[in-house]
């Protein structure tokens, strides 16, 4: 490792006879021999990245129900969409159709060829080392990449997502004197190696210095644990219930209802999952404001004992929540009675003849399907709710409409239908049919949320679009299960959302391998196991069990270190010491092995057979059993999640 040839105080790597620059000219350099900038000093604090790191895996409080796994557990267990892209070919939603994710802002500065520094997975060294990359191919937040110096060859390329810490600007090695080192399966193509990236890298452009700064201060969320607010009821949709605010994940909000009562091991019975903009959610008081029915709390529950209730923070305020759209009322507004076309709350993939049943405050109301005239079956919108729309949608847009018990898609029209009722059509001006380009065509990839089970997040394809309205179906699952959003619904999120933000992603059920039987394991003579685990397999070789006993007796078993004087040493020091008799070794040795080792039954078994046996049984450096996780993950079960093929209901939604 030497010096900048430029003297800039950067280092770089030489070997086999050429050299990697690390700022590859003293004129791109972000130095130049200059007092480093602010922005070059936010870079070079210390661990920036690795801060970023936790600042994105910490944002998950409190334990979460049914196995919903997050942070690094969710990342590693979850769905991978390197692959599904690679073998199949598929076009995934940019990230500029998603107003509220992390990054929308910015994400105008990633095309295709922007140039970045990576890390260099095929050098062989001891360290870290990075290489420059090219952006082949963009799907959602994946990057597909090539290593500078592959030029046609597309055998090495790698998907990598950008949201994550691993991708840095052109320049950010020199800066934090990181070294640039090619490929070891390229490092022979290119002689020279500063003119070749000279040549590549002048009028090239890198991500901004300040991408995963600004990245971070997106992912800052209003909501705390603790916060009281206004949801609808999973159980009684045409009321709403208070909650409060028990894990806050990218974005989306675990609820716990204050009255929902708690288990046997002192978890809620009940909860809800929605994004904080979700036309679902309110403020402390909404319900009483525009005259919604809200369900009283029951204060014979007492949830004191669940750690979210112990720790209330305060109410809600109105200006956390996404202010809904003006709604102008001259000229006129819904009545009761009027008739419109809305999506069936508990059967999303169907749009329904709907009556307008009650006008409240604030530009909302409540809306019925015909046929079903209980209450209980009311859904609140807001006037300007993509969920409603005029009469005629559907026929313009070529959508069956699900229409009331008696009648016949073949015979059934609006006027004659109207007629019979005695009805009048809400006028088309008062739904918010406004249809700008947004970017989705049918077949591209995204991730999105199944509201009828709206903890979870899948797998989904945009299987056409109408309008403000995108029919989204979820891989690997009948079309019966297909659902109707809007283009800004914030329960959709491009390709590695999930893996940013470290909420576990549902793969297509077709994409799960058939369980295989495992060949037996070879036994490993390395690693941190005890020795009992080698001394089992008595087909070893002599020399090699004695080899790992004696690395067993002096390096994992801390007391027997003074017995090392005892034997011959290849320390010119210890050349004058005395060699003490074999019998006596042997006997000291014997005695020492007895009091460290566990009993003859802890020795049968393994480390994952039994919780009761302790790491500490088996050595100071033996593997713990029992592996890390997130704080906010400990206590979570193994997600066991397989949808149900029945019909949902109404305690689904």
């Not at 602010?38 to 600042?55: M, P, Q, R």
């Not at 059967?347 to 604030?362: E, S, Y």
């Not at 009805?423 to 700008?436: E, M, S, V």
């Amino acid at each position: 490792v030497k010096n900048c040839l430029f003297k800039c105080g950067v280092k770089y790597i030489q070997t086999d006879g050429f050299s990697v620059v690390g700022c590859i000219d003293c004129a791109t350099c972000p130095l130049q021999g200059k007092p480093p900038t602010k922005k070059a000093k936010v870079l070079h604090k210390a661990a920036w990245s690795s801060k970023i790191g936790t600042f994105l895996y910490s944002q998950g409080v409190g334990q979460l129900l049914n196995g919903t796994m997050t942070g690094q557990d969710a990342v590693a267990t979850g769905f991978d969409w390197d692959t599904y892209l690679t073998e199949n070919g598929f076009d995934a939603a940019p990230v500029t159709c998603f107003r509220h994710v992390p990054l929308y802002s910015q994400w105008d500065d990633v095309t295709v060829g922007l140039k970045v520094e990576v890390l260099d997975s095929d050098a062989v060294l001891p360290s870290k080392v990075y290489w420059i990359a090219s952006i082949i191919c963009l799907a959602g937040y994946k990057a597909l990449l090539r290593y500078e110096g592959f030029e046609d060859d597309s055998s090495h390329d790698f998907w990598c997502n950008l949201g994550t810490v691993d991708i840095h600007p052109i320049g950010w090695c020199a800066v934090n004197g990181k070294l640039l080192v090619p490929p070891q399966s390229v490092h022979q193509r290119i002689k020279n190696w500063k003119k070749y990236l000279m040549n590549r890298l002048v009028g090239a452009h890198t991500l901004p210095v300040d991408f995963y700064i600004k990245m971070a201060e997106s992912m800052k969320y209003p909501f705390r644990q603790g916060m009281h607010v206004e949801v609808v009821d999973r159980t009684l949709v045409s009321r709403t219930r208070t909650a409060v605010v028990d894990t806050v994940i990218g974005g989306r909000l675990r609820l716990l209802y204050e009255d929902a009562g708690l288990e046997a091991g002192g978890e809620a019975l009940s909860d809800f999952w929605c994004h904080m903009w979700s036309p679902l959610l309110h403020p402390v008081g909404w319900s009483c404001k525009v005259g919604h029915v809200i369900k009283s709390s029951d204060k014979r529950v007492d949830m004191s004992s669940h750690p979210t209730f112990r720790k209330i923070y305060c109410d809600s305020v109105p200006h956390l929540f996404k202010k809904v759209r003006t709604v102008y009322m001259e000229g006129g507004f819904f009545q009761e009675g009027m008739k419109l076309e809305a999506i069936d709350p508990l059967n999303l993939g169907n749009i329904c003849v709907a009556t307008v049943r009650k006008v409240l405050l604030d530009g909302y109301l409540m809306v019925g399907l015909d046929g079903v005239e209980t209450e209980d079956g009311w859904f609140c919108y807001h006037a300007s709710s993509h969920a409603i729309l005029p009469v005629g949608f559907c026929e313009k847009n070529q959508i069956p409409l699900t229409l009331p018990a008696g009648y016949d898609r073949v015979t059934f029209t609006w006027p004659k239908y109207l007629e019979e009722t005695g009805a009048i059509a809400a006028p088309a001006r008062l739904f918010n049919t406004d249809c700008p380009g947004h970017g989705f065509a049918p077949g591209m990839k995204l991730e999105a949320v199944d509201l009828m089970e709206p903890r979870l997040v899948c797998v989904a394809t945009v299987r056409r679009c109408a309008g403000r309205l995108l029919l989204l179906h979820f891989d690997g699952w009948e079309p019966e299960f297909d659902q109707w959003v809007d283009y800004q619904s914030p329960d959709i999120y491009p390709v590695g959302w999930c893996e940013i933000t470290g909420y576990q992603l549902q793969p297509p059920i077709a994409s799960e391998p058939a369980p295989r039987e495992e060949a037996p394991k070879k036994p490993k003579l390395l690693g941190k196991k005890s020795m009992f685990d080698y001394l089992q397999h008595r087909t070893l070789p002599l020399a090699l069990l004695l080899a790992e006993f004696l690395k067993f007796i002096f390096v994992r078993i801390p007391i027997l270190r003074f017995i090392r004087p005892l034997l011959p040493a290849s320390h010119p020091r210890h050349h004058s010491h005395a060699i003490p008799e074999k019998k006596m070794v042997k006997k000291k040795l014997a005695n020492l092995i007895s009091k460290n080792l566990p009993p003859p039954r802890a020795r049968q078994r393994s480390p994952g057979s039994d919780p009761s046996l302790k790491a500490e049984e088996l050595g100071d450096d033996s593997e713990s059993p029992f592996p890390a996780t997130p704080f906010f993950c400990q206590g979570l079960d193994a997600p066991s999640y397989r949808r149900s093929s029945t019909k949902t209901t109404s305690q689904d939604s």
